[in-house]
């Protein structure tokens, strides 16, 4: 099997994904492949940079649905699947190779994006173990659009196993902390916050949800 496939939905940012391609070349020391999940109506979808492997999505919106139509894939060919944004920028000489070492370990791993909150406490990007999308035939739960995969990311991990790197950087190049432009991604990613919140609630107290997806992780890793 290949190593590690990082998975990066995007959509108007060929910029970001010509930064992220550069950014890989320099750092990663594995055997690492990026593929960028795109919208068939993305108008910036011709302006893509060569390099990556590109999907092209017909009829999805949002990130989860970007990672599910592709991970369930590649998790039969690659060791380790991971999802990073666009927006996101590795610093870390070895990044992917650290982070596939911490996989040999636990289940799910994540590194420092130097976003404003207490170190490690949140994994809005997220390395696992292809098992685990094996095991639940998917990356992220199907109801949820956009917000709110990145908490049950984090209760999979304190369940079953995760290792924060504090020192590898994957910095976060968020609006938010005025790293980039507010653009019409980011504010279309917003109005997807309610009915996302009710599914993140659904999800934990369903007996469906959150304790048999981690039944099923346990039982891989």
């Not at 690659?78 to 040999?104: C, H, K, Q, S």
């Not at 949140?122 to 696992?128: A, K, P, R």
């Not at 917003?190 to 599914?199: L, M, Q």
Request: hydrophobic share 40%.
């Amino acid at each position: 099997m290949r190593d590690l496939l990082v998975i990066v939905p995007s959509r108007g940012r060929p910029g970001n994904i010509a930064r992220l391609w550069e950014a890989m070349g320099q750092t990663c020391r594995g055997g690492t492949r990026l593929l960028v999940s795109l919208d068939a109506d993305d108008p910036a979808r011709d302006a893509y940079p060569p390099g990556p492997i590109y999907k092209t999505q017909d009829g999805i919106r949002g990130v989860v649905g970007h990672l599910n139509a592709v991970a369930v894939a590649a998790a039969g060919v690659y060791r380790f699947v991971a999802t990073i944004g666009d927006d996101n920028l590795p610093r870390t000489d070895g990044w992917d190779t650290a982070l596939m070492e911490a996989l040999g370990k636990t289940p799910f791993a994540f590194g420092n994006d130097l976003y404003p909150r207490e170190p490690g406490s949140l994994c809005c990007h997220i390395f696992m173990r292809s098992e685990v999308i094996k095991a639940l035939g998917y990356m992220g739960p199907p109801p949820l659009k956009h917000m709110f995969v990145d908490p049950i990311w984090m209760e999979w991990g304190k369940s079953c196993g995760i290792t924060y790197l504090h020192e590898v950087i994957l910095e976060h190049l968020h609006f938010t902390v005025r790293k980039s432009a507010e653009d019409e991604t980011y504010r279309s990613a917003y109005t997807s916050w309610p009915g996302d919140e009710a599914a993140y609630h659904a999800y934990l107290e369903s007996p469906r949800g959150l304790a048999a997806d981690v039944a099923r992780i346990r039982a891989v890793t």
